[in-house]
């Protein structure tokens, strides 16, 4: 596995100004450089009290042609090609003040934040990444939509999208993504597009109010009458348009074959960010959107809470030979039948150790604990991992034999699930202080 890497931010606060795609108002972004674990914050500057919200799959409110995020009754929307920018430099932390409740479009990509951040500058930090680590297949299937996600085992972040609107203008398109190092070069100029049959409906949703054919690829993929053409030049406030043929309607070069797909990718890095740590792990999605993509990072976050929780757990294989075996503990430990719970020592450092007690009906305590209802006493499970605690401390000492350990204390202990013939405990003890 690659080796992690440490956390970046912005050298220096920089700004740029710009229109809110559907909203239509203008907006101004200062990124300012965060604290190692800050993560990526957004600053409503222009609400009393300049109210913080965390850029975080827990605060998606909407996803109706955008990412929303909110915190109580603020919000801040189409956070999507910021939050792709920065996941895709592998900036963790910054502060975004925003004077307004939506993010600018700017050209429709995330060019113009990737060059910003550019002029800014990227400082490491002196703390490591946290990375959610892709372990196992895990999957998604909209079967209304027919959209499907699914995240794979992989030592870093890959990611492939295939999109199909059954249009006889964009056809089946794929875009994929191996290495963030390219990130600026292949996927951030992709611009937004739309389909010219949606923006009435979109005008009717009091959606794209700052449209313009300057920050989007307008789809021609059937024609329409020039009345419905001059209809909705005046709703937009725009000049008179003419469509002449399939394609794209403002006649710009595209800036890649697959721009459609590369934006689509784009989205998806950045709804994903909001999982709110980097992904390692090759994702693969076909007919990606964001309310699916953040129900997708809904679950990853489910699962990286998961992860953490179970981090450091020791894996265990019963074909592998101790550091101790069953003798070796004896020589260390005065305890004896029915009073040893400790079988062997799989790992043993001067500040872990890892031990393996093996729960069997033969156990004493299950001729009263209970009648025709074995379950192993949680004290008794306690013990073990005193017991595994001792050898750490006597591991320390030239002749173990000549000392006894004593458990003295223990405070918040819960037991999740009982401990029943059959079972394998696993116990690992680690040294937070120095033995006295």
Not at 115 to 130: P, S
Not at 137 to 149: F, L, R
Not at 157 to 173: C, H, R, Y
Not at 407 to 421: A, C, D, G, R, S
């Amino acid at each position: 596995m690659s080796k992690s890497l440490n956390q970046k931010t912005i050298g220096k606060s920089v700004t740029i100004q710009g229109i809110g795609l559907h909203t239509g108002e203008s907006v101004t972004l200062t990124f300012h450089s965060a604290d190692p674990n800050y993560g990526i914050r957004f600053r409503r500057v222009d609400v009393q009290g300049k109210p913080i919200l965390q850029a975080d799959v827990a605060k998606v409110f909407s996803t109706n042609r955008g990412t929303t995020i909110r915190e109580g009754n603020v919000q801040v929307s189409t956070v999507e090609h910021v939050l792709s920018a920065l996941a895709g430099l592998s900036i963790d932390n910054v502060l975004i003040d925003i004077n307004g409740p939506e993010v600018a479009i700017l050209d429709g990509s995330a060019r113009p934040f990737t060059d910003l951040f550019d002029e800014a500058g990227l400082v490491e930090q002196d703390q490591e990444r946290e990375y959610y680590i892709v372990e196992e297949t895990v999957s998604y299937k909209d079967e209304v939509t027919g959209t499907e996600i699914v995240a794979l085992p992989s030592d870093k972040f890959e990611v492939t999208a295939m999109i199909d609107f059954n249009s006889p203008v964009l056809g089946k398109q794929y875009a994929s993504l191996s290495d963030l190092n390219n990130y600026k070069k292949d996927i951030a100029a992709a611009r937004t597009f739309v389909f010219l049959r949606e923006l009435e409906h979109l005008y009717s949703q009091d959606l794209i109010k700052g449209g313009d054919l300057e920050n989007a690829l307008v789809i021609v993929d059937r024609l329409v009458s020039q009345e419905e053409l001059d209809s909705l030049a005046k709703k937009l406030n725009k000049p008179k348009i003419k469509v002449e043929k399939e394609g794209v309607l403002n006649n710009t070069d595209l800036r890649y074959p697959n721009e459609p797909a590369r934006h689509k990718l784009l989205d998806l890095i950045g709804d994903l960010s909001l999982v709110g740590k980097p992904i390692k792990g090759k994702i693969v999605a076909t007919k990606p959107g964001h309310a699916s993509n953040v129900a997708f990072a809904r679950i990853l976050k489910e699962r990286f809470k998961v992860q953490r929780k179970l981090r450091g757990k020791p894996k265990y294989d019963p074909d592998s030979d101790p550091v101790l075996d069953i003798e070796a503990i004896m020589g260390m430990l005065p305890h004896r039948f029915p009073f040893l719970l400790v079988d062997k020592i799989m790992e043993l450092t001067p500040t872990c150790v890892v031990g393996i007690k093996n729960i069997t009906y033969q156990e004493h305590v299950f001729q009263g604990h209970f009648p025709n209802n074995p379950v192993f006493p949680g004290v008794m499970i306690v013990e073990a991992l005193a017991q595994t605690g001792g050898i750490l401390a006597l591991s320390s000492v030239e002749k173990p034999s000549d000392w006894d350990t004593y458990f003295l204390k223990i405070e918040n202990t819960k037991f999740k699930f009982k401990v029943i013939p059959g079972d394998t405990l696993i116990l690992k003890m680690e040294l937070l202080s120095p033995i006295r």
